[in-house]
């Protein structure tokens, strides 16, 4: 198994360079299915989420290559509609697929993902949203086999706006003849990546970034080249690290407009956040302040994908913060990790109350990809040394984040 040695305790200093976003990467290969054609997509973050999903890219026949950071995507060749089940127990994201694979295929045979355990994560919102623009969805033993011949238009509203049934909305119905609309729509801003790519390929999306989006429509679509958004909860993490380590850092390839609810909290906590064009400097203070009280809510609410950083760094402030968990139910599995570093961190269902102290190394494991992130983000603030098992996960979401962190002068060693 691998694992990070962290020698905590050491300030960070300098400039890091924030990557593509996983969550915009992922639907946009998805999407590069649809062209029938070739697409170069610049900034693919080279993580193991990106690789499998090469490897399902591969099995419905598209050739894939990676040159640098230019992930290039020929679908001349897409001609196949099922995924093996072991590429889609691989990834929760993975489920995207389905609709691109109905938008492009007509049919679709995959399996039930996988992906972080986050608690209850149904995939009902994106069932229903396909059931409702007439795709016949036939439910067996773990299996989903969607067929598209009776297809049509149709005005979906969402009960939930959920990032991964908005994509599959848009993917399934992008090439189909008439207005589809999307009212309640997740508003993320790797919705809108995605939509701008589409768009670049012919799409005509309107809508996208809001609750209701219109999508007219085109049969034919073409390759495009795209240039991935900055990953802003990566953002969050290196901010979070300047906070636990009481650090000034300089972070370049950041959207201001992107990182307001995080930024927020960290100022509230005495961070001092300066914004240039698309570079950002956070100062931490010494001597942190705690955090009201956190809700994580739907873009562009507090991220629950930024909530267990900005618990690590809570642990190091002077007072007592309150954390509501409304997205995933199972967030929370790093408080027992935390507990081991000397946090005093009480739960109760979504509610979390940390009282701010100082951590200590210890033996702590990753659970989950961002949890992973968070503890690593704790163990540098930590007297001592840390062992953190379970850096598998971390590598779904950071290209190599031990290397962003050393890069600011942390200690971190992969073993
Ligand atoms: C995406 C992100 C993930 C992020 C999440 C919320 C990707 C690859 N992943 O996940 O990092 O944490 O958005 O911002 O982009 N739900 C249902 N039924 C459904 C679908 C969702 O009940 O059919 C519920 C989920 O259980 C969860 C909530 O809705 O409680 C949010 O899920 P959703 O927005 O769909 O997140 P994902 O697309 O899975």
């Known amino acids: 198994m691998n694992g990070y040695i962290i020698n905590g305790g050491r300030r960070l200093g300098g400039r890091v360079r924030v990557h593509g976003a996983k969550n915009a990467v992922l639907p946009i290969m998805a999407a590069a299915v649809l062209s029938g054609d070739v697409c170069r997509i610049y900034d693919s973050p080279l993580l193991s989420d990106v690789i499998h999903t090469v490897k399902i890219l591969e099995t419905i026949g598209c050739s894939v290559s990676l040159e640098g950071d230019m992930l290039k995507i020929d679908a001349?060749?897409?001609?196949?509609?099922?995924?093996?089940?072991?590429?889609?127990?691989?990834?929760?994201?993975?489920?995207?697929?389905?609709?691109?694979?109905?938008?492009?295929?007509?049919?679709?045979r995959l399996c039930s993902p996988g992906g972080c355990e986050l608690g209850n994560r149904p995939i009902d919102l994106h069932l229903k949203a396909l059931r409702e623009l007439g795709i016949e969805i036939r439910e067996e033993n773990g299996f989903i086999e969607a067929s598209c011949e009776r297809m049509h238009p149709a005005?979906?509203?969402?009960?939930?706006p959920s990032v991964g049934a908005t994509e599959n909305i848009i993917l399934a119905s992008v090439r189909l003849k008439g207005e589809t609309t999307i009212s309640n729509a997740a508003k993320e801003p790797e919705i809108v990546d995605m939509c701008d790519f589409l768009n670049k390929m012919g799409a005509d999306i309107s809508g996208a970034g809001t609750e209701f989006i219109r999508i007219k429509g085109k049969a034919s679509l073409?390759?495009?080249e795209h240039k991935i958004i900055p990953d802003r909860i990566v953002a969050s993490t290196l901010?979070?690290?300047?906070?636990?380590?009481?650090?000034?850092?300089?972070?370049?390839?950041?959207?201001?407009?992107?990182l307001g609810a995080v930024v927020s909290v960290l100022r509230e906590s005495g961070a001092k956040i300066e914004f240039?064009?698309?570079?950002?400097?956070?100062?931490?203070?010494?001597?942190?302040?705690?955090?009201?009280?956190?809700k994580t809510q739907v873009y562009p609410g507090f991220p629950t994908d930024a909530q267990s950083v900005v618990m690590a760094?809570?642990?190091?402030?002077?007072?007592?913060?309150?954390?509501?968990?409304?997205?995933?139910?199972?967030r929370y599995k790093i408080i027992p990790e935390l507990k081991k570093m000397g946090a005093d961190i009480l739960q109760d269902a979504r509610v979390a109350i940390i009282k701010g102290s100082s951590l200590r190394?210890?033996?702590?494991?990753?659970?989950?990809?961002?949890?992973?992130?968070?503890?690593?983000?704790?163990?540098?603030?930590?007297?001592g040394e840390s062992r953190l098992e379970g850096i598998e996960y971390i590598d779904r979401g950071y290209v190599k984040l031990e290397d962003m962190l050393n890069g600011l002068g942390a200690d971190i060693v992969r073993v």
């Open 76 to 108: 001349l060749s897409a001609d196949r509609w099922e995924i093996p089940e072991d590429l889609m127990r691989e990834m929760r994201s993975s489920i995207i697929f389905l609709g691109a694979l109905c938008g492009k295929m007509g049919k679709a």
């Open 155 to 160: 005005d979906i509203h969402l009960s939930f």
């Open 222 to 224: 073409h390759g495009a």
């Open 239 to 258: 901010m979070c690290a300047a906070m636990t380590t009481k650090s000034e850092i300089e972070l370049l390839n950041v959207r201001k407009e992107h």
């Open 276 to 294: 240039f064009k698309d570079k950002m400097y956070i100062r931490a203070p010494e001597k942190a302040l705690p955090a009201d009280m956190i």
């Open 313 to 330: 760094a809570l642990c190091y402030s002077e007072g007592t913060s309150v954390i509501v968990e409304n997205i995933f139910d199972s």
């Open 361 to 383: 190394g210890a033996r702590i494991r990753a659970m989950d990809l961002r949890g992973g992130a968070a503890l690593t983000v704790a163990a540098l603030g930590a007297q």
